[in-house]
């Protein structure tokens, strides 16, 4: 007897101990006495005294359920009276020591007698608080982004419905609304790595104008952070003043320049301005353009202040002032200062790659992505090796001749990792074109370049020429 009561008192230690360390308070319900013992951890946990308290058939800890939670609660206590067996739920307490609200999960196992009456019912109990805050979190952040979401196609849709209104040739549209799409495009790979945040002034200038030879493009001002919105605003803005410069201001020509500056004002708002200098004589435009639409209407509105366009023969001068409530505090996550993105002149030269039956392998999950590519490349030249669209379907192709590839980073949640690999080994070389925002290199850290998404085909095409001419001088 000795020997089953110590076998005994070793398992009540164990589980002990084992409730201990996940966490758990536990309880036990003796219907025949109609008390409920509480173990100190529940005591803990939920604000209640230690030991044994009447269990009023059960209901006496219901007082301190959430109203909101309190029928569902006693729809599985009913059910459980009369069907014996495991019970189950969550739901909102009240301590009643302090009165604070907390979450928490209740199970557990009743015993019945040979009459098929409830005995004793034992369960555990746990605070799942966190668990509900971090679902809240989540819920939350998803009707954020499909909010954002919306709002980027929304915008997107009216950028594509003006250039279109606005636009005399195809041509011409495609690469109007591929340079503001792009212009959004940073803007948000900059909040994004901000956690949307803020964007800082200086990293949405650089992703703008830093593709510029050196010296052409300058700016300067104290560090200030723009909400998502002026942040979007503001990238357009510049995107349309540096378009217009290239076409037909100071950036037309190897000597021109362009000066940004920003300052604070009093009022918590900023003021920025965009000179130009060193090109050609300026003439004021004989009519109003989308581009002057979004810099004098659209920009201004979106910063809560105003824009003003001032065609001096010297050249352009624009002054953008923005209300305190474009200004955003600076985020606790600072991402580093962005690559430039390739600015239209760039693109327009990238448009006369030649890829001359080059054998291109394109992999793409996306598969609209994949068929602009497949015709922007094939236009370019060049033989097309898919799209694949699966890592199983890239490593397939990889038993045939390629001279070159467009990877996609990751393919329906996969890592392209093993298709880079593999060209690497055998040294065909390979662009990323992605659209993840890591600033830092090329994904996995291959020695590759990187294209950032939205992109025009005209870049991949110019990208993939150049990596083969680099190949050729190279055997």
């Known amino acids: 007897m000795k020997r089953v009561e110590l076998a005994q008192a070793g398992g009540e230690r164990r589980l002990e101990k084992a409730l201990e360390a996940a966490g758990l308070g536990d309880f036990e319900w003796n219907v025949a006495r109609d008390v409920v013992a509480i173990s100190p951890r529940m005591s803990a946990m939920l604000g209640l005294p230690a030991g044994e308290i009447p269990a009023e058939q059960g209901d006496a800890l219901n007082q301190y359920v959430h109203p909101d939670d309190l029928p569902h609660v006693r729809t599985e206590q009913r059910r459980h009276r009369k069907e014996g067996g495991t019970y189950g739920y969550e739901c909102r307490w009240r301590r009643p020591d302090n009165g604070a609200e907390v979450w928490v999960r209740v199970a557990g196992i009743s015993t019945l007698g040979p009459d098929g009456r409830i005995v004793v019912a034992n369960g555990i109990v746990e605070d799942i608080s966190e668990r509900k805050r971090e679902e ?12 954002r979401v919306k709002n980027v196609l929304a915008t997107v849709q009216a950028l594509a419905v003006q250039t279109a209104r606005r636009t005399t040739s195809l041509d011409a549209f495609l690469a109007n609304f591929a340079g503001r799409l792009k212009a959004m495009g940073s803007a948000n790979e900059l909040l994004t790595a901000a956690r949307w945040r803020g964007a800082a002034i200086d990293h949405l200038a650089a992703a703008e104008l830093g593709a510029l030879a050196q010296g052409q493009a300058a700016w300067e001002g104290p560090e200030l952070f723009l909400t998502p919105r ?3 605003a503001l990238a ?5 003043l540096a378009a217009n410069a290239m076409k037909f201001g100071a950036l037309s020509t190897d000597t021109g320049r362009v000066q940004l500056r920003w300052r604070a004002l009093a009022d918590g708002g900023f003021e920025l301005t965009w000179a130009e200098s060193g090109g050609p004589t300026v003439i004021a435009p004989s009519r109003r353009g989308f581009g002057s639409t979004l810099i004098e209407d659209v920009t201004g509105r979106e910063l809560n202040g105003s824009t003003r ?5 010297a050249g352009v001068v624009a002054v953008l002032r923005a209300g305190a409530a474009a200004v955003a505090p600076r985020p ?8 430039p993105r390739v600015v239209e002149t760039l693109v327009a030269a990238a448009g006369a790659a030649k890829l001359n039956g080059a054998r ?4 793409e999950d996306a598969v609209l992505l994949a068929m602009e590519l497949e015709g922007g490349l094939a236009d370019a030249g060049a033989t097309v090796i898919g799209p694949a669209y699966e890592l199983e379907e890239a490593m397939a192709l990889l038993d045939q001749p390629i001279d070159a590839a467009v990877l996609d980073a990751n393919l329906n949640g996969h890592s392209v990792t093993p298709v880079a690999e593999a060209l690497t080994r055998r040294g065909t070389p ?6 993840y925002g890591d600033a830092g290199g090329a994904p996995g850290g291959f020695d590759a370049p990187v294209i950032r998404k939205p992109y025009d085909v005209t870049q991949v095409a110019a990208a993939v020429a150049e990596l083969l001419a680099v190949n050729r001088s190279q055997a």
């Open 332 to 339: 606790e996550t600072v991402p580093e200062a962005p690559q």
């Open 309 to 313: 366009l001032d065609y001096r023969p």
């Open 236 to 240: 357009l803005g510049l995107h349309e």
């Open 360 to 363: 291109v392998l394109i992999v």
């Open 136 to 147: 809240s979190q989540r819920q939350t952040l998803m009707a954020e982004l499909d909010h």
């Open 430 to 435: 390979f662009v990323f074109a992605t659209g």
């Open 230 to 232: 002026a942040a979007n």
